[in-house]
């Protein structure tokens, strides 16, 4: 039989391989895993299964759905002139959440990032300028992070779709709002100059 | 059939009740699940259930073990003279890996802590004073963390063993070995001269 330390090393080295876990944070929660009692920790582990039996990515859009085809493309009442691409499945809940945007989406599951070797290839690109193609989009929005890697990503798309005449846009980077001057720094300020708008 | 919100929000919410995670690492967590891949996610249950149906907890020192007595108390070769007492079963193994002390540990399984509502019965003190009664220990060594609550429960314990003659010490607290003085703070360096040693 395997040693105590056997078990703990094998959680420990599951947990680390999740997003923001490092190697001690793995190993208190492998920790905390034996003093929580087997009935939190089976319903944890269902929690889990539950959701990788239940949930699978759209064939369209790429967000999550429970069926090939989610729900919000199936949804006859959104405006299928309007489509705004975004990295990840989760930035699409994070946008329903300003209920700001009755468009479409596309996922592109990352971003155009050179140094970690991802091109665009790497992601879902080419199908983001088959659907350009292929269904009467009078807008697309690109709502990426103001980082290098989105901005970077977002000029591209903006050259790859030039040629279809279609309105490409992108979402505003300045202050946020609630937030202080003094306290932003000077490539929000910057960008929030450039971003100026008429009252 | 549930939306597929339901399932990410179960998850989440399973996830944030492990120490160290956020409602928001507890969501990107679930998102990363999804991409995973099933065979991925399945390793990560299996070293779970693994974990929780192979280790419990040593019947006589709470720390881990395969059996009911655990591999350090059931080692004759060890030195049954002396006591560590020491905060939580994975305090046992990073004294152990220092390869310093060769006696008995005794887990107190938490610190007092009256603002959290934790006080001396909660915590395994009994079963340590009945220990002390019971075996010829001629040294506790009390390896706690330097906190307001470690040393709260370091002096109750040396209080309540005062009784029994036996040689009572604490762990050295001091300058941290590779640490800069010009970057210790004046708690630290207080305790350093309080516990400064004859060369």
Chains 1, 2 share one sequence.
Do not use: W
């Not at 890697?149 to 946020?176: F, V």
């Not at 932003?184 to 708008?197: L, P, Q």
């Amino acid at each position: 039989m395997a040693s105590p330390s056997y078990y703990l090393e094998k959680v420990t080295k599951e947990f680390a391989k999740l997003p923001g876990i490092g190697h001690k944070s793995a190993s208190r929660i492998a920790f905390h895993l034996l003093k929580m009692g087997k009935g939190d920790v089976y319903s944890l582990i269902s929690s889990i299964t539950e959701l990788i039996d239940n949930i699978k990515f759209c064939e369209i859009c790429g967000g999550i759905s429970d069926n090939n085809i989610c729900a919000i493309c199936s949804d006859t009442t959104r405006d299928k002139n309007t489509l705004c691409v975004v990295e990840s499945a989760r930035d699409i809940l994070i946008v329903e959440a300003s209920k700001k945007y009755n468009g479409l989406y596309h996922v592109l599951s990352g971003l155009i990032s050179p140094l970690d070797g991802i091109g665009p290839d790497d992601l879902n690109i080419k199908t983001l300028e088959q659907r350009c193609r292929d269904e009467s989009f009078s807008e697309i929005i690109i709502a990426l992070s103001p980082t290098i890697e989105g901005d970077a990503t977002t000029l591209y798309i903006a050259s790859m779709l030039s040629s279809l005449k279609l309105n490409i846009t992108r979402i505003a980077h300045g202050l946020p709002v609630g937030s202080d001057l003094e306290y932003a720094d000077s490539a929000t300020i910057s960008k929030s100059f450039e971003g100026r708008v008429r009252i």
